[in-house]
């Protein structure tokens, strides 16, 4: 069992009827499924804000603008890909004023859309 952390961020994505975004991907080790913000890492010399709007962008292809430049310290603790992740990520809110904006998968590496199952907004 390897345990990392990376510093990371994930967007909570609302629209204007307050639903929440979430990406479900399936693990490629065991196959579990995972339901969770777009994010993740933060790349060398990258703000939490700035690796949270590309990340949102990369992943969903939303305006990365709408995401506010205050966040909360989560601390995480989730198994992916056989590694344990344990460490504090900054999550982000981004509001939308549309309904059920639609995510475009245009942005995602090969493996990342291999793992990616669908998109659901959540009331």
Do not use: K, Q
Not at 5 to 25: E, G, K, N, T
Not at 84 to 99: L, P, S, W
């Amino acid at each position: 069992m390897e345990t990392r952390h990376r510093p990371a961020a994930r967007v909570v994505c609302l629209d204007a009827a307050h639903r929440l975004l979430l990406p479900r991907r399936r693990d490629p080790l065991d196959g579990t499924w995972l339901w969770e913000p777009p994010g993740g890492g933060t790349e060398p010399g990258e703000t939490p804000l700035a690796a949270a709007r590309r990340e949102l962008f990369e992943e969903t292809g939303l305006d990365p603008a709408a995401v506010l430049d205050r966040s909360v310290l989560v601390d995480r603790d989730v198994w992916w890909n056989g590694e344990r992740h344990i460490g504090t990520e900054h999550f982000f809110v981004a509001r939308f004023a549309d309904e059920r904006p639609s995510p475009v998968r245009t942005g995602l590496l090969p493996d990342e859309e291999a793992g990616l199952d669908t998109y659901a907004w959540i009331a």
